[in-house]
């Protein structure tokens, strides 16, 4: 062997080396990565974004919404804005009742699920209650057909008198 090639030879495994140490870390890198991306994928906060309507399809402001854990505990109560919405940022991931209501309207009830880094978005549609109507009810006309025919048998009642009260 000649000094040249002994040179040489030397220069190759350096190389080598160099070129070993570059590629291991650069696997060190990107698996630091993935594992990192891995773990902390399905962490941190979600929202939920809620939009209620009425049944003719405009927005319902001032509507109470109402946040409660599957355990019912108390999370947050706030209202929809003028255009029907309502949104909250920064929730725990998990299973919420929602409970949406407004004077005049049929409360309506759901259940959410909050995913990590995700919006969950809701559109609630309320139907307003309806009015009474001036007919009575078959039980109230029931009622009054009786009450009509016991007067008819017993006649007029006649107050009681005082004088008989007093003994």
Do not use: C
Not at 16 to 32: D, H, N, R, Y
Not at 154 to 160: I, Q
């Amino acid at each position: 062997m000649t000094i040249e090639e002994t040179k040489h030879d030397l220069f190759l495994k350096r190389a080598q080396v160099t070129i070993a140490i570059l590629a291991g870390l650069a696997t060190l890198i990107l698996g630091v990565y993935n594992v990192q991306k891995t773990l902390f994928a399905d962490k941190g906060p979600g929202a939920l974004s809620v939009f209620v309507r009425s049944d003719k399809g405009s927005p319902v402001p001032a509507a109470s919404i109402e946040l409660l854990t599957m355990e019912s505990a108390f999370v947050n109560a706030s209202e929809t804005q003028n255009d029907g919405k309502f949104l909250k940022n920064d929730m725990d991931a998990g299973s919420y009742q929602v409970k949406i209501s407004r004077a005049g309207f049929e409360a309506q009830f759901m259940t959410v699920q909050i995913k990590p880094k995700k919006t969950s978005n809701l559109e609630i549609v309320l139907k307003p209650i309806p009015q009474a109507s001036a007919s009575p009810s078959p039980v109230q006309s029931a009622l009054q057909e009786v009450g009509a025919s016991w007067i008819k048998k017993l006649g007029k009642v006649e107050p009681a008198r005082q004088d008989a009260a007093q003994k």
